[in-house]
Structures are given as structure tokens and as C-alpha cells.
């Protein structure tokens, strides 16, 4: 361990985590998109500015070790601050939130308009995502956001979009009582302005919505609907962008002491990059 990294070590007053940009810019940001205590170690060509612009929309303090001197700044400041040589960069989040090891967590652990995506779905759609640290996901239409909480409690970045005001509140309200870090776009998708994800959720078969994130090339697209008129179009859509398709369609009911409940039926289909 450097000095420089010890130094911010000790002034983050928490435990971090250490990542080297050596091993390339997009997982470092991911990791400081999704934790709250990182220290990235700089590399040629990615400085202070570089890490600071990747957080844009992200709410997070930075601390730069500067000439052995400690700058501590707005990442729109750290953007067009001329620095002498700098090597370690400490990224904060406001809050200090822990990842969670278990998953597909219980209906009832998020709050929802009307129901999420079952927990039994949910698993199979984590496995497809792979969410993991120094990967960014994308949550589109994202209703009550329950993947994209679980997904960043697994160490993703994640980003959810959602036009509806009510539901980005319920998000907000569920990575909140999770206590994890998810960025919210309370909007209709606008692909380009978004940094580009390892994968994406589409929470409904909404073609225009299959089509911009399969535009995106991540490597992974999963897409969930409960109309059937939707499965064909979302899956033309995927192979048109060049993904390999499978899918499959859930009905899992759950056993009551009365017997099984009714299931909400859902086809899930997934496209992986060739």
C-alpha cells in the first residue's frame, strides 16, 4: 500500500475499497458508482478529471492526492482542476450502506404499487444479469426498482429509469431501506446520455424500450413481460441487434397452508452478445 493510499485511507473513516485504473477506467467508475468508500489508484490517462466525469449523476465527494497535499472537491470541480501529479483518488458516498449476501429477497421487501417481479423470477433474472462489482446495470422501466436494489446489493452499479414520479420515489424508498446506492433517471430512456452498461433489465416488453437498450450493445439483455403479444417483437428486436435468444415462460405458484396461490404468468427472454 502507497503512502498516498494509506493517507486516504485514513481519512475516508471507514472501510474501502482499493481499485487500480490500471485494469481499465469503466470497472473502477462501476466500483465508485456502486460502493461508498473507494480508492482508485491512477494510471496513465486516467486522472483525477477522467474518474470525476464518469460520476456525473452519482452524489459523491472526492478527495485527490495531489504532491503528497489532500484536495477534497465536488467531482464538477475535479473535472477542470489542473493538477500537478496526482496518483490516488478516495470516492465517497453520502451515506455509508453495506452489500447484502442473500437474494431474490421476499416480495414483501419492497414496496410496490401493485406487485414485483416474484422472487422466484427474480433469482433467474439475477443469474441471467450477473450482477457483481465493477459491472454497471441498467434498470429500465423499473416500476418499484426491486431488481435494480437487488442487483447493487450483489456490488453492481445501477442505474434505473423510470418515467413515473411515483414509482422513482418507491425506488428511491427501497434502495434506501436497503441501504444501497441506486441512481435514479426520472425519465423516458435517453440511451446516449447514460453511460453504457455490461447489462440491462427491461422491466416491461415495451419495444421502442427493447430496441434502445439492445442499440446500447451491452452484453447481456434480459426483458420480462406478461403480454404475449409482446414476446415475438422483443425477441426479433434482440436478434436484429445481434444477440443470441432464449426465453422462457414462468408460472410459479407458491404453496399456501389452502393450497398453491394464483401466479402472475411472465415470459422471460435473454440475449447474449455473440
Not at 414483501?108 to 450482477?131: K, M, Q, T, W
Request: proline residues 6%; contains cysteine; glycine residues 8%.
Amino acid at each position: 500500500m502507497t503512502a498516498s493510499v494509506e493517507r486516504l485511507r485514513q481519512a475516508a473513516g471507514r472501510p474501502v475499497e482499493i481499485v487500480d485504473a490500471a485494469d481499465g477506467l469503466r470497472p473502477a467508475l462501476n466500483v465508485c458508482r456502486a460502493r461508498s468508500a473507494v480508492i482508485v489508484e491512477l494510471a496513465d490517462g486516467i486522472g483525477p478529471a477522467e474518474i470525476a466525469a464518469g460520476l456525473a449523476g452519482w452524489r459523491r465527494t472526492l478527495t485527490v492526492s495531489d504532491s503528497g497535499e489532500l484536495t477534497t472537491l465536488d467531482p464538477r470541480d475535479a473535472v477542470t482542476r489542473r493538477w500537478t501529479a496526482p496518483d490516488a483518488v478516495l470516492c465517497l458516498a453520502d451515506n455509508e450502506f453495506l452489500l447484502g449476501h442473500d437474494w431474490a429477497l421476499p416480495d414483501d421487501a419492497f414496496a410496490s404499487r401493485s406487485h414485483v417481479l416474484g422472487a422466484e423470477v427474480r433469482a433467474f433474472v439475477l443469474a441471467r444479469l450477473a450482477p457483481r462489482p465493477g459491472v454497471l446495470v441498467w434498470d429500465v422501466l423499473a416500476g418499484s426498482g426491486a431488481v435494480a436494489v437487488e442487483c447493487a446489493r450483489l456490488g453492481a452499479a445501477v442505474l434505473a429509469v423510470e418515467p413515473d414520479p411515483v414509482q422513482c420515489v418507491r425506488i428511491i424508498a427501497n434502495a434506501s431501506a436497503h441501504g444501497v446506492d441506486v441512481r435514479v433517471e426520472e425519465a423516458e430512456l435517453d440511451a446516449p446520455s447514460l453511460p453504457r452498461p455490461d447489462a440491462v433489465f427491461v422491466g416491461r416488453g415495451d419495444l421502442a424500450a427493447v430496441k434502445a437498450c439492445a442499440a446500447v450493445s451491452a452484453r447481456r439483455v434480459v426483458v420480462a413481460t406478461e403480454r404475449v403479444d409482446e414476446i415475438v417483437p422483443a425477441r426479433d428486436a434482440l436478434q436484429a441487434a445481434g444477440y443470441e435468444v432464449e426465453g422462457v415462460h414462468w408460472t410459479a405458484s407458491r404453496l399456501l397452508d389452502s393450497g398453491f396461490a394464483p401466479a402472475v404468468p411472465v415470459t422471460l427472454l435473454w440475449g447474449t452478445k455473440k
